[in-house]
């Protein structure tokens, strides 16, 4: 057999094989786009029942690194008695949240959840998705249009320290 008769033979014996990881990709990452979705959907709409805050609802939902971030939160709160943050619910972009605001969701980009909380401002979720669900890896705010998006991860990892 020739080289060329060989190399096409082997391009089509493995193109079905590539085209099949590929196509099972492309599934597992459409599964995981719904699945973020759905997740912070679930996680406001728990919220809203149980009327909570973003802390508590967001310690279900949080991946390691994050849960890392609100331990250290904890651990100085313990030890200082005073909060190392701004007092504000990221969840709800306010102090005292009104679990009656209009919600809307999107997915923005790859690895985000976008939650435009009314007219106070957006709450962008980093998802993080394994076959054993979706997490939030970071929780970013912007409260008016064109603001700098903030990272609560690294906010509550620089104050707390």
Same mark, same amino acid.
């Given at each position: 057999? +020739?080289?060329?008769?060989?190399? +096409?033979?082997?391009? !089509?014996?493995?193109?079905?094989?590539?085209?099949?990881?590929?196509?099972?990709?492309? %599934?597992?990452?459409? /599964?995981?786009?719904?699945?973020?979705?759905?997740?912070?959907?679930?996680?406001?709409?728990?919220?809203? +029942?149980? /009327?909570? #805050? $973003?802390?508590? %609802? @967001?310690?279900?939902?949080?991946?390691?690194s994050l849960m890392q971030?609100?331990?250290?939160?904890?651990?100085?709160?313990?030890?200082? $008695?005073?909060?190392?943050?701004?007092?504000?619910?990221?969840?709800?972009?306010?102090?005292?949240?009104?679990?009656? %605001?209009?919600?809307?969701?999107?997915?923005?980009?790859?690895?985000?959840?976008?939650v435009t909380v009314g007219?106070? $401002?957006?709450?962008? @979720?980093?998802? %993080?998705?394994?076959?054993? #669900?979706?997490?939030?890896?970071?929780?970013?705010?912007?409260?008016?249009?064109? /603001?700098?998006?903030?990272?609560?991860?690294?906010? !509550?990892?620089?104050?707390?320290?």
């Amino acid at each position: 057999m +020739t080289r060329i008769k060989q190399y +096409t033979r082997n391009l !089509l014996i493995s193109l079905p094989v590539a085209m099949t990881a590929v196509f099972s990709a492309t %599934v597992a990452s459409a /599964e995981y786009e719904a699945e973020k979705l759905e997740t912070i959907k679930e996680m406001y709409e728990i919220a809203k +029942t149980s /009327e909570v #805050g $973003g802390a508590e %609802v @967001y310690a279900n939902y949080a991946s390691d690194s994050l849960m890392q971030a609100f331990e250290m939160f904890n651990d100085s709160f313990n030890e200082t $008695g005073q909060l190392c943050n701004e007092g504000m619910d990221t969840m709800w972009l306010s102090q005292d949240a009104d679990y009656s %605001v209009p919600l809307e969701f999107d997915l923005e980009g790859e690895h985000m959840v976008k939650v435009t909380v009314g007219d106070l $401002g957006v709450v962008n @979720y980093k998802m %993080v998705c394994s076959e054993l #669900g979706c997490a939030i890896d970071d929780v970013f705010t912007q409260q008016q249009e064109g /603001e700098s998006l903030t990272s609560l991860k690294r906010y !509550l990892l620089r104050a707390c320290r």
